[in-house]
């Protein structure tokens, strides 16, 4: 490397165990004779020059915190070329060469071009609540915010069964249902509404149908990227179809980002960390570090972004054999 010089940001949506990974990539590349800079507000920061060095006591302090402590953004400038110059002489400005990036898909079509079309080394991090990037098992985030999600389900479990109701209930995870298919499978919920796959608002309807007075209570899970429709309309066109049914519904949104990290992302983001100070002494450039087997891999970019990563039909049908979404009700 021709400056022993690494930045580091953090880009698009927050999530739980960022800091952690921000702290790796701090202490690793510090105790192998880097000097880390800190660039704050993402992509935008980047672009401003809000750029500045990070010493061993700057990210004290901050491995418990959710969110991140250099803030995040998303920047429409960033996606064009002039844009990604201007991110470019600014990393020169600072004698910067190296930048480390955590964040998701569209974090990463950004860190790609900026590689591409520079001489900067590029290495990802995983972070995203959603655990939707191809070549990893698993990002940074999505541990904390299932937890957050079953906690919040159990309670409203609570009060569907003390007035046997139907409840719908929205979850994070955009185009992928694993927030919702597994919190689903966590909290025993009844059906789960998944952009994977098709005709479940129909097996709503079929466990509706007979469920009769056996359950106190019915929890619906919608992901925000279901095919078939957001909570609301999803649920108007139940009550539309049952109108004897005691309908409610409930949008967790945002707090399933915050929160204090789970130990499991706090430990996966400090060996993610440490693996991209890892691949930069080796002169990687464009990858992701992913996570396979319980252990760091090393993912080209290129793959990563153009890769869906989507719930698969096997894990679907596990749920199926234990009574989500089909109509088992003598359980």
């Known amino acids: 490397m021709k400056n022993r010089k690494i930045g580091v940001l953090t880009s698009g949506g927050?999530?739980?165990?960022?800091n952690a990974a921000i702290r790796a990539v701090t202490r690793a590349g510090i105790n192998n004779g880097f000097e880390v800079y800190g660039i704050r507000q993402g992509y935008r920061g980047l672009m401003d020059g809000d750029i500045y060095q990070l010493n061993s006591w700057d990210v004290s302090g901050i491995i418990q915190a959710g969110g991140t402590f250099l803030q995040t953004a998303r920047s429409e400038?960033?996606?064009?070329?002039?844009?990604?110059?201007?991110?470019?002489?600014?990393?020169?400005?600072?004698?910067?060469?190296?930048?480390?990036v955590i964040g998701g898909d569209g974090s990463f079509t950004g860190a790609n071009l900026l590689s591409m079309e520079t001489d900067i080394n590029v290495i990802g991090i995983p972070g995203t609540i959603d655990n939707d990037l191809y070549g990893?098992?698993?990002?940074?985030?999505?541990?904390?915010?299932?937890?957050?999600?079953?906690?919040?389900?159990?309670?409203?479990?609570?009060?569907?069964?003390?007035?046997?109701?139907?409840?719908?209930?929205e979850?994070?995870?955009?185009?992928?249902?694993?927030?919702?298919?597994?919190?689903?499978?966590?909290?025993?919920?009844?059906?789960?509404?998944?952009?994977?796959?098709?005709?479940?608002?129909?097996?709503?309807?079929?466990?509706?149908?007979?469920?009769?007075n056996k359950r106190k209570s019915t929890i619906i899970l919608v992901a925000e990227g279901a095919k078939e429709g957001d909570?609301?309309?999803?649920s108007e066109q139940i009550q539309?179809?049952?109108?004897?049914?005691?309908?409610?519904?409930?949008?967790?949104?945002?707090?399933?980002?915050?929160?204090?990290p789970s130990a499991k992302d706090r430990i996966v983001a400090s060996f993610m960390?440490?693996?991209?100070?890892?691949?930069?002494?080796?002169?990687?450039?464009?990858?992701m570090i992913g996570w396979k087997?319980?252990?760091?891999?090393?993912v080209p970019l290129s793959k990563v972004i153009k890769t869906h990563k989507g719930v698969s039909h096997e894990e679907v049908a596990c749920a199926e054999s234990i009574g989500t979404f089909i109509p088992v009700i003598d359980n």
């Open 293 to 298: 087997n319980e252990q760091p891999v090393h």
């Open 231 to 234: 909570v609301r309309s999803i």
């Open 240 to 260: 539309s179809d049952f109108p004897n049914l005691d309908i409610r519904l409930s949008i967790l949104g945002h707090m399933q980002r915050g929160g204090t």
């Open 171 to 212: 979850v994070m995870g955009r185009d992928a249902g694993f927030i919702a298919l597994h919190s689903c499978v966590a909290c025993g919920a009844e059906v789960a509404i998944i952009p994977e796959e098709q005709n479940q608002l129909e097996k709503a309807r079929q466990y509706l149908s007979v469920r009769g």
């Open 77 to 100: 400038e960033f996606r064009t070329v002039e844009g990604r110059q201007r991110a470019y002489e600014q990393l020169k400005k600072f004698g910067i060469d190296s930048l480390v």
């Open 14 to 18: 927050d999530a739980p165990g960022m």
């Open 273 to 287: 960390g440490i693996a991209a100070v890892q691949a930069l002494m080796d002169n990687q450039k464009s990858l």
């Open 136 to 169: 990893t098992d698993y990002t940074i985030g999505y541990d904390t915010a299932l937890n957050t999600v079953i906690q919040a389900i159990d309670k409203i479990r609570d009060t569907a069964n003390s007035h046997n109701r139907v409840f719908f209930v």
